[in-house]
Structures are given as C-alpha cells and as structure tokens.
C-alpha cells in the first residue's frame, strides 16, 4: 500500500508556471515507478508522463513534451511535476499514481486524491 498526496495546485495564467509535488509516507518509496496523469472536465483521464524508480528515465506524452518535467527524490519520498509555458488545455486534476512495473508499461496500482490546475486566458 502506497499513500499519496499531491500538493501545489491553483490558478495560473497562459504562459505561467506552476510546481506540483506528491508526497509518499512509505518508506518503500523507492521500489515504485511514478506517474502523472490528468482529467479536464468531460474527458478521460490522461497519461501525463512517468519517470523510473531512480529518476534516471522520464517519459512524456507529447502534449506536454518539453514544457513539463517530471523529477523525484527517493530521500524525501517525493515526485515532482514542473510546468512551464502553461496552457489552458492544461487545465485539469493532476493526480499522481504510483506502479510495481515498468515505467513505460505499469499498472498504477495507487493514487493520489488529486489537485486542480487552472490556466486562464
């Protein structure tokens, strides 16, 4: 069992930046491979990148390619979603997730309880 939470939401404006984080209390933090994914109002949840349980391999979708970047901390228990150049498509719920599989293939047995995003115009 994995427990999540994401913390750094809010409100940004196009072209703004924002910094979202998602806390482990587990010490086993570690053994896991991370993920964002997102849900705007009326759509599906969608996959937002991972990253690899040593931080050396990330992996983006291309919607956000080369505007967000995803970093973890083994030593504090926690990932981190940096968001640059924000659009607002971009508005959503960012939830973290956390999987015992590969980063580019895992199930994502564990999740966060999610934090709004909202980019204006």
């Known amino acids: 069992q994995v427990n999540l939470v994401e913390l750094g939401g809010g409100l940004v404006q196009a072209g703004g930046s924002l910094r979202l984080s998602c806390a482990a209390a587990?010490?086993?933090?570690?053994?896991?491979?991370m993920a964002w994914f997102r849900q705007a109002p009326g759509k599906d949840r969608e996959y937002v990148g991972a990253?690899?349980?040593?931080?050396?391999?990330?992996y983006y979708a291309d919607s956000v390619k080369g505007r967000f970047t995803i970093s973890r901390d083994n030593a504090k228990n926690t990932v981190t979603l940096q968001m640059n150049n924000l659009r607002v498509e971009d508005t959503a719920v960012y939830y973290c997730?956390?999987?015992?599989?590969?980063?580019?293939?895992?199930?994502?047995?564990?999740w966060g309880q999610g934090t709004q995003v909202s980019v204006s115009s």
């Open positions: 990253i690899s349980r040593s931080g050396a391999y990330t």
């Open positions: 587990e010490s086993t933090f570690s053994n896991y491979v």
């Open positions: 997730a956390a999987g015992e599989g590969p980063a580019t293939s895992s199930i994502w047995d564990y």
